[in-house]
């Protein structure tokens, strides 16, 4: 769910999806899921690639 969070971050609401991605991952990492980490990075990137786009491609 991490993984898919860190998706959808990147073009629907970017701090949402990015910080409930970035929860679910350290959630995973702390029950010993071996990708959890990396849902919590790809989350966090998706959710700043995500804020970074909807900044360049807002007008005005």
Do not use: K
Request: glycine share 18%; charged share 5%; proline share 5%.
């Amino acid at each position: 769910m991490g993984f898919v969070c860190a998706a959808v971050a990147v073009l629907f609401q970017p701090v949402v999806f990015g910080l409930a991605g970035v929860a679910l991952g350290v959630a995973g990492h702390v029950r010993g899921e071996p990708l959890g980490r990396w849902a919590a990075i790809a989350a966090g990137a998706g959710m700043l690639a995500g804020t970074v786009l909807s900044i360049l491609l807002t007008p005005g």
